[in-house]
């Protein structure tokens, strides 16, 4: 089972204003088609704060109608298991610095 971090899916739902690099394309359709996999099944685990940095940032680039359904959708989503993350889980990271 992969980790499933925020940037995929800002990467994937993000417009910016500007025209994006070739890298950035990319990195954009690459990010589309690992949604496309998830929401065809695909077994992912993230955390809560993960899907709350998805919120922070797209927040500005989605109505919040279409913010709400992509949440829900997230949360819903057997196939994406919210696994906890404690405080000494990340003092043990900040260990491994």
């Known amino acids: 089972m992969?980790?499933?971090?925020?940037?995929?899916f800002i990467y994937a739902y993000y417009k910016p204003k500007y025209k994006l690099s070739e890298k950035q394309r990319k990195i954009k359709e690459h990010?589309?088609?690992?949604?496309?996999?998830?929401?065809?099944?695909e077994d992912v685990m993230t955390t809560i704060f993960h899907i709350s940095e998805?919120?922070?940032i797209?927040?500005?680039a989605l109505s919040i109608e279409d913010?709400?359904?992509l949440l829900v959708g997230l949360l819903?989503?057997?196939n994406i298991k919210i696994i906890d993350f404690t405080k000494e889980d990340y003092l043990g990271?900040?260990?491994?610095?």
């Not at 992969?2 to 995929?8: C, K, Q, T, Y």
């Not at 990271?93 to 610095?97: C, D, G, H, K, S």
């Open 31 to 41: 990010a589309k088609e690992i949604v496309r996999r998830i929401n065809e099944g």
């Open 76 to 78: 819903s989503l057997d």
């Open 58 to 60: 797209l927040k500005r």
């Open 54 to 56: 998805v919120s922070n």
């Open 93 to 97: 990271a900040v260990e491994l610095m």
């Open 2 to 8: 992969r980790f499933l971090d925020a940037n995929v």
């Open 67 to 69: 913010l709400y359904s």
